[in-house]
Nanobody
Framework: QVQLVESGGGLVQAGGSLRLSCAAS????????MGWYRQAPGKQRELVAV???????NYADSVKGRFTVSRDNAKNTVSLQMASLKPEDTAVYYC?????????WGQGTQVTVSS
């Protein structure tokens, strides 16, 4: 069993910054991909940023240049540094991990950006 625990969400004004962190624990053998998705009210869950085991990065176009994903392989953690936040970034952010063909999700952390 794999557990993902997120932290760092909250309320911030437009233009501000937040940092999300996620720690994975449990029976983890190989992490293929780890990163973040988000879901805004009334919308589908969408990819924000992921990083592969080889260090390749994939960002949503809407966050390129503003968000930075990073990973600590030794600690099985992934972080998302968010800058220049916009009201449209408001969503529940979910930590995501893909390992040995299975996908795991965190419980989600709310990010609210006020205008």
């Amino acid at each position: 069993q794999v557990q993902l625990v997120e932290s760092g969400g909250g309320l911030v004004q437009a233009g501000g910054s937040l940092r999300l962190s996620c720690a994975a624990s449990g029976s983890i053998f190989t992490i293929n991909r780890m990163g973040w998705y988000r879901q805004a009210p009334g919308k589908q869950r969408e990819l924000v940023a992921v990083i592969t085991s080889g260090g390749n990065l994939n960002y949503a176009d809407s966050v390129k240049g503003r968000f930075t994903v990073s990973r600590d392989n030794a600690k099985n953690t992934v972080s998302l540094q968010m800058a220049s936040l916009k009201p449209e970034d408001t969503a529940v952010y979910y930590c995501y991990l893909q390992s040995s063909g299975r996908v795991y999700w965190g419980q989600g952390t709310q990010v609210t950006v006020s205008s």
